[in-house]
């Protein structure tokens, strides 16, 4: 498995930007994808996360109503629309998959795949 993300970059306080992590290795139907994120000097931390197969999706209380995680089934690639963003936003992001989605999925340890992550550098 592997999963590439890309879209960092840096942005003015209030701007947008769109992250993607491509999947590729197997089907992902039947996993939980996320986004977590690390701050400089900080612990890496949960972002968002969906099914694959669609259904809910689930956010940290400070991205809530700002950010949007979606898949896109036919690219094999899941996105993060990262809006107002904020300079509190400035991180590396990484993407993630949980072969067994369970509960936790705000968890770093229950994620089995990680990407190599895209900076995200939001200026004040």
């Known amino acids: 498995v592997q999963l590439q993300a890309y879209g960092g970059g840096l942005v003015q306080a209030g701007g947008s930007l769109r992250l993607s992590c491509e999947a590729s290795g197997r089907t992902f139907s039947t996993f939980s994808m996320g986004w977590f994120r690390q701050a400089p000097g900080k612990e890496r931390e949960f972002v968002a996360s969906m099914r694959w197969s669609g259904g809910r999706t689930y956010y940290a209380d400070s991205v809530k109503g700002r950010f949007t995680i979606s898949r896109d089934s036919a690219r094999n690639t899941v996105y993060l629309q990262m809006n107002s963003l904020k300079p509190e936003d400035t991180a590396v992001y990484y993407c993630?998959?949980?072969?067994?989605?369970?509960?936790?999925?705000?968890?770093?340890?229950?994620?089995?795949?990680w990407g190599q992550g895209t900076l995200v550098t939001v200026s004040s």
């Open positions: 993630a998959a949980d072969r067994f989605p369970t509960s936790r999925w705000y968890l770093e340890n229950e994620y089995d795949y």
